[in-house]
C-alpha cells in the first residue's frame, strides 16, 4: 500500500525546495493527492520520493563520468551553439530574451551559424505549396532529405546557403507570404494579421530558435555524425520536434486553455488539482522559478481574461509559472492564429537551431554511437561457459 508524506518531508529527502517539488509533479515524477484531512495540504507518494533521491544520488556519482562523453547519467555533447546560466538562455555568449527585444530570426541565424554573410530565408525558395501545415512542411522536408548530398566535402558557405533555403521551404509549408521582407513579417502577413503583430511573431520566433541539447538538437546531431544531408538533419530534429512532450506541447495547452473558455477557470483546476492531473504548460525543470522566455513574452500582449485568471490561479495555488508553452497557447488565443500556426512557428523558428547543431557536430571526427546497457536474458552458450 502507498504511503505519502507531506512537502516538509519531501523537500527534505530531495534537498529540494517547494518550487522543484512542484516541478516534479507537473512532470508526471512525482504523485500527489489531496490531505484527507486538510484540504488545503498535498501530500506526496513517499515510494516516488525515495525513487527520486536514489537517482539524485546516482547522478552526483556519474557527474565526472558524464562530462564530454554519453555514458553517464546524461548524454554530453560538448556546444558552443546555446547555454543556460543561473536560469538564463543565452545564444553563443548572448542572452536570448536580451536578444529578442530588436533581433531578427535572421540576425540570429547569423549569429547561431557563425555566417558571414547575411541570411535571407528568401533565397531559393519555390511556390508556396497547396496545402498549409505540418503535412506539407513534412513532405516537403522528407522529398529534400531523399534526394539530398551529404555534408562531407562541402564548403561552410555552400552548407549556409542550404540552409537559408530549407528554413525558407519550412516557412512557405507553414504558412508564410512570399516576398525577400523578414521571415516574421512574412508569417504575420500569410496568416493575415495586421502588421503590428509581426513584431510579436519576431520575439517569439527568437526566444524558440534553440534551447540547448534537446531530444531534438541530439536526434539531429546523430544524423550530422552519420554525415547524413542538411534536410536529413533537419528532418530527424523536426520529426522528434513535433512529440507532444517537445516542441508540440503547446498544442497540449491549447486543449487546456479550450477548456478554460468553455468550462471556466475554477471548474478546470478543481478538476486537475483534485485528482493529481498535471497542468500543461506550468512548470520547468530548468527554470524552477520561472521560464524567462515566458515572462518575455507574456509581457507583450494581454490573453482574453479567462486564460489570465487561469495563469495567475494555477501559480498561485501550484507555484509553478507559466513556461513558453503556456505563453505560445496564450499568444494564439490572443490572435486567433490558424490551426497548427504555433507549431509551425516553432518549428520554423527552431530549424535554425537543429541546423546549427548541425553544422557545428560536422566539426566532430566521432559517429555518435552510444553502447546499450543489455539487461536481457543471457544466451544459453554463455551461461554454460561456467562448468
Not at 543561473?86 to 548572448?94: A, C, E, K, S
Amino acid at each position: 500500500m502507498a504511503s505519502w508524506i507531506s512537502m516538509a518531508e519531501a523537500c527534505s529527502q530531495l534537498g529540494v525546495r517547494p518550487q522543484t517539488v512542484y516541478a516534479y509533479v507537473s512532470r508526471g515524477k512525482l504523485e500527489v493527492m489531496t490531505d484527507p484531512q486538510d484540504t488545503r495540504r498535498s501530500l506526496y507518494r513517499a515510494e516516488d520520493v525515495a525513487s527520486l533521491a536514489k537517482r539524485k544520488q546516482a547522478g552526483r556519482k556519474h557527474e565526472t563520468l558524464a562530462t564530454n562523453t554519453l555514458f553517464g547519467s546524461e548524454p554530453s555533447i560538448p556546444t558552443a551553439v546555446s547555454t543556460f546560466i543561473r536560469q538564463r538562455l543565452y545564444y553563443r555568449g548572448q542572452d536570448a530574451v536580451a536578444l529578442s527585444r530588436t533581433a531578427t530570426v535572421e540576425d540570429v541565424a547569423k549569429l547561431l551559424w557563425k555566417a558571414e554573410q547575411d541570411v535571407d530565408f528568401a533565397l531559393g525558395v519555390g511556390a508556396t505549396p497547396g496545402t498549409i501545415g505540418r503535412v506539407a512542411a513534412f513532405t516537403r522536408l522528407a522529398t529534400l532529405a531523399a534526394t539530398g548530398h551529404s555534408t562531407r566535402g562541402r564548403m561552410t558557405r555552400v552548407l549556409h546557403n542550404e540552409c537559408q533555403g530549407l528554413v525558407g521551404q519550412l516557412a512557405d509549408a507553414f504558412g508564410a507570404s512570399q516576398g525577400d521582407a523578414p521571415l516574421h513579417q512574412r508569417f504575420a502577413s500569410g496568416w493575415k494579421q495586421p502588421a503590428k503583430v509581426a513584431d510579436l511573431l519576431r520575439t517569439a520566433m527568437v526566444l524558440l530558435v534553440d534551447h540547448e541539447l534537446t531530444s531534438s538538437a541530439f536526434a539531429a546531431r546523430i544524423a550530422a555524425s552519420n554525415a547524413a544531408s542538411l534536410p536529413a538533419c533537419l528532418l530527424t530534429g523536426l520529426t522528434t520536434l513535433a512529440a507532444p512532450l517537445h516542441g508540440d506541447a503547446s498544442g497540449r495547452v491549447q486543449a487546456l486553455f479550450n477548456e478554460v473558455e468553455r468550462l471556466g477557470e475554477d471548474h478546470v483546476i478543481a478538476h486537475y488539482l483534485s485528482t493529481g492531473m498535471s497542468l500543461a504548460g506550468f512548470g520547468h525543470h530548468l527554470y524552477p522559478d520561472g521560464d524567462p522566455r515566458a515572462v518575455a513574452l507574456l509581457a507583450l500582449f494581454e490573453p482574453p481574461e479567462v486564460i489570465t485568471r487561469f495563469i495567475h490561479k494555477v501559480a498561485d495555488l501550484t507555484g509553478l509559472q507559466p513556461n513558453i508553452d503556456a505563453a505560445l497557447a496564450a499568444l494564439a488565443a490572443h490572435l486567433r492564429l490558424p490551426a497548427d500556426a504555433v507549431f509551425g512557428l516553432f518549428a520554423t523558428a527552431r530549424s535554425v537551431g537543429l541546423l546549427a547543431h548541425s553544422l557545428e557536430q560536422l566539426g566532430e571526427a566521432q559517429v555518435i554511437r552510444p553502447r546499450g546497457r543489455y539487461v536481457g536474458p543471457m544466451p544459453d552458450a554463455v551461461q554454460g561457459s561456467g562448468h
